[in-house]
């Protein structure tokens, strides 16, 4: 038992002072110490009698860990609802349309916006494991729209040139160009898309520091469950994040987004904005908006939420982004008045007491209105210019909660553990209690054996001496009768 114990240790002591590279952690010292940290514990946890019984979200969130240190970028995610303005946005904040904004939905995988020294297009796809996953979730959910367009795209005859496949990536030249490309992997008519796990596209004159990364996200209420989970999930590590959900009025299903976003956002209220979108549709911005802003924050004060009212206040931010990138083709002489975006421009405009005509005086104060410049002014102010920081901060933070839960796991393989020396225990002590009950009854056996032996010896001695005095009687009685003839 000992010989085996300092096996064990010397095993444990050798993996632990293994030479480790941390080059990849070297950019902050205390990402580094945390990431060499959690490197040496991964070792001991993924030893193949431990590995068995790790749950494997444990180690999922710890590989998550180790990517966030060892690759600096901060994260504003978009989540929200099917179609409640994520890619108008994104496209608003970007400054071009690359998202698209078809009817349809578009968005059923990760899209990442980032710097970059040239224009890119790059992707990931699922491997068959991951897809597997995937239709079995659109199967149980019953996502019959799903698996309708899935055949009627052919899909099928596609899967085997993508999954599993490695990652693409194509330079592009122009701009436009660059949304083809988006789209060729995005678009919900193409079969493709089905099997994309992820796109990044990198742009040149992105207005966002190397580092900062914007993510436009499936749905909260995708009809494929694996997809929604996607989200779920990545709400809990992104850095930030922008919830949007329509602003022409907060019902049940809003609601439900925004507390789904709270509820993932694993307690850190602050790091989560509630963007009123298309505040554009409602018939009088202005005052109709001043009106719906007093019943969301009824909502959004409460403990589900921001738990005050001021950072409710602060929190919430009512846009227009489809007027805001239709202002910004308008000064650009993008538009003309022959086409149908002019004509939409000018619906909304008249919504704000607007003429078309007037716009060239009116246009800052209409600018100002769709709240663009305030969120952009908000980002840099309270997100993009600390990012460095707050990514250390929640590079604590996750450190702190990948320690608690491999804590857990510990005690829980500790507590398996003493309650198997324990059964053994029971058993030795059961089999101890069988042997001298077995012992007792051999002894009584034994003694009973003896008993019976002295039983049959005395009944043996008493009918040999009857025998023999009745052969003597016999005798005598024979001898008596001869002596009287």
């Not at 514990?41 to 019984?53: A, F, H």
């Not at 239709?135 to 599993?164: H, I, M, P, T």
């Not at 005798?475 to 002596?483: D, G, I, T």
């Amino acid at each position: 038992m000992e010989q085996e114990f300092a096996a064990q240790k010397e095993k444990i002591d050798a993996l632990l002072n293994a030479p480790l590279d941390d080059t990849a952690f070297l950019w902050d010292e205390t990402a580094r110490k945390y990431a060499v940290k959690m490197v040496k514990i991964r070792r001991l946890l993924t030893q193949n009698d431990v590995e068995e019984r790790i749950k494997k979200s444990v180690l999922c969130n710890l590989d998550a860990f180790l990517t966030r240190c060892a690759t600096p970028e901060y994260h504003i995610a978009l989540v929200g609802a099917i179609k409640a303005g994520k890619s108008t946005l994104i496209n608003a904040i970007i400054g071009n349309d690359l998202a698209s904004t078809e009817v349809t939905p578009e968005t059923a995988s990760l899209t990442k916006f980032r710097r970059a020294e040239e224009d890119y297009v790059e992707v990931s796809f699922y491997t068959a494991e991951e897809w597997n996953s995937l239709w079995k979730s659109a199967e149980e959910s019953r996502a019959k729209v799903f698996v309708e367009e899935y055949n009627a795209l052919n899909a099928d005859q596609e899967k085997g040139n993508w999954l599993g496949q490695d990652n693409q990536k194509t330079v592009c030249s122009t701009r436009e160009e660059l949304k083809t490309e988006i789209a060729r992997w995005t678009s919900s008519k193409s079969p493709t898309h089905y099997f994309v796990k992820e796109v990044i596209v990198g742009l040149k004159d992105f207005d966002l520091p190397d580092g900062v990364v914007m993510v436009d996200t499936p749905g909260l209420d995708d009809v494929v469950e694996y997809r929604s989970n996607i989200t779920r999930d990545y709400i809990s590590r992104a850095n930030a994040v922008l919830v949007c959900v329509r602003s022409d009025a907060l019902t049940g299903g809003e609601l439900q987004t925004i507390l789904r976003v709270f509820q993932n956002a694993r307690g850190d209220a602050e790091k989560v904005y509630v963007i009123a979108t298309q505040i554009d549709t409602l018939n009088e911005p202005q005052k109709d908006w001043a009106k719906q802003n007093e019943e969301w924050l009824k909502y959004l004060k409460e403990q589900g939420c921001y738990g005050s009212r001021d950072l409710a206040q602060q929190k919430l931010i009512p846009i227009s982004a489809w007027l805001y990138s239709a202002l910004q083709s308008y000064k650009e002489n993008k538009i003309s008045e022959e086409e149908r975006a002019f004509f939409a421009l000018e619906s909304v405009l008249l919504k704000y007491m607007i003429r078309i005509k007037n716009l060239p005086e009116k246009f800052h104060e209409v600018e100002e209105s769709t709240n663009i410049s305030l969120l952009k002014t908000k980002l840099q102010s309270e997100i993009i210019s600390k990012y460095k920081k707050r990514m250390i901060d929640d590079i604590c933070v996750a450190y702190e909660q990948n320690k608690e839960d491999i804590g857990e796991q510990m005690r829980r393989l500790r507590d398996e553990q003493q309650e198997i020396i324990d059964t053994s225990n029971k058993g030795l002590d059961e089999i101890r209690k069988k042997k001298e009950e077995y012992e007792e009854k051999v002894k009584a056996a034994e003694e009973e054996k003896k008993s019976l032996e002295q039983l049959v010896s005395s009944v043996k001695f008493a009918t040999t001496k009857r025998a023999e005095e009745l052969i003597a009687a016999i005798k005598a009685l024979s001898e008596k009768q001869v002596k009287t003839r």
